[in-house]
């Protein structure tokens, strides 16, 4: 009996098998696309969004179930959540662009600065490893919290605490 696409493809995903993530591309970007980029209406937003969907499902193969969804309503699941976070990341940074320009958010008095904590990467260094990672994907490297906890894979509520407490710690470095 021959096994249709859609079971090939579970099985190759249950055994690790990159052909399957070869064989979700062919049989499923183009109906993936389609979602992602009526959800984002933006489609360098819509490819990264496409990109970033087949990397979660490469990541969390091991966590489908047959029993639970169809492959593509797992797929789509996770299409639609990845484009929903992507364009609210988007919009995020879209609306936090300064206009250096016209702005004078930047002209800060520099009679007030204690001279011995303006070096901020130099204090997070010296924090634990754990609060760097997360201080340095947040901060230094621009990611938001969802997008430091799917790229540094710790869970979301571990990012918030790691921020908090790092943070904490940095205040009693610039704290008179």
Known sequence: MKLSIEQQIIQLLANEDQRALNLLYENYSDSLYGVILKITNN??????????TFVKVWKNSKKYDSKKAKLFTWLYRIARNTAIDKLRSFNNRFQKEVQIDNSNVYILPTMNLNQDVIDLKEHVGRLDEKYQIVLDALFFQGMTQQEASDELDIPLGTIKSRLKIGLRELKKVYSP
């Open 43 to 52: 489609e360098e937003v819509a490819e990264d969004a496409l990109q970033e």
